[in-house]
């Protein structure tokens, strides 16, 4: 069955470092996206793909990047890692260019900045 | 720009009670608007969608129709179980491939 999974599912690190989590999906999806989950703001977008090489800044993208080099994978990086990063860390996929595409989600990254 | 603002929660309720969530949304142009379930420690799922107005949307005993006229899209169950504790999200998707979503209702329910 095709899947979208994230990993490390669980990451503790330190303020400054660098940090790179890991989604992959199955579904031959040319649509890829990153959220951030937090009380009180629901999800936001981070960054998004439409396809191979192509990326786009979300709402909330400063100190983070990605970068598509194919169809399966869209690694998000937080080049510097700072305690206000301390997040849970959602990956989606969608097939459909337009309004009815539905998305797909991974199961999650908690990360936590010390 | 868009927003979806939802009822905040949690809300409690006992098993077999009637359960509402307030949506209501604001964008430009025709979105398609989205409910999405999320249970403990997993991600998203998607429970139920209306791509027009006066859609209606339904999965597992929920339900939600896009009302234009009200910008709104509740949703609701009439009599919900133990296993629907959950955080709710309504999402709406207006141009592009992107989602906006409200800031997720928690629910639990009682036996």
């Known amino acids: 069955d095709a899947e979208i999974t994230q990993s490390p599912r669980h990451k503790i690190t330190e303020t400054g470092r660098q940090v790179t989590l890991a989604c992959h999906q199955t579904?031959?999806?040319?649509?890829m996206f990153w959220y951030r989950q937090d009380l009180g703001h629901g999800l936001r977008l981070i960054h998004y793909s439409y396809g191979v090489q192509d990326t786009n800044k979300g709402e909330v993208s400063d100190g983070y990047s990605v970068s598509r080099s194919n169809t399966e994978d869209l690694p998000l990086t937080l080049e510097s890692a700072a305690s206000s990063q301390t997040s849970v860390y959602f990956c989606a996929s969608s097939e459909v260019r337009g309004t009815n595409g539905e998305q797909f989600f991974g199961p999650g990254t908690r990360l936590t900045v010390l | 720009g868009d927003s979806v603002t939802q009822m905040e929660g949690p809300v409690t309720l006992s098993e077999e009670a009637f359960l509402t969530i307030n949506c209501t949304y604001t964008?430009?142009?025709?979105?398609?608007l989205f409910w999405y379930v999320q249970y403990p420690g997993e991600g998203l799922q998607l429970l139920l969608k209306a791509t027009k107005a006066d859609d209606k949307g339904s999965n597992k005993g929920f339900e939600a129709t896009y009302r234009k006229e009200t910008t709104s899209f509740h949703l609701e169950k009439g009599s919900v179980q133990v296993s629907d504790s959950a955080v709710y999200f309504c999402?709406?998707?207006?141009?592009?491939?992107?989602?906006?979503f409200g800031g997720g209702t928690r629910v639990l329910v009682k036996p």
């Open positions: 964008a430009t142009g025709y979105p398609s």
């Open positions: 579904w031959n999806h040319n649509n």
């Open positions: 999402a709406l998707k207006a141009a592009g491939n992107k989602l906006t």
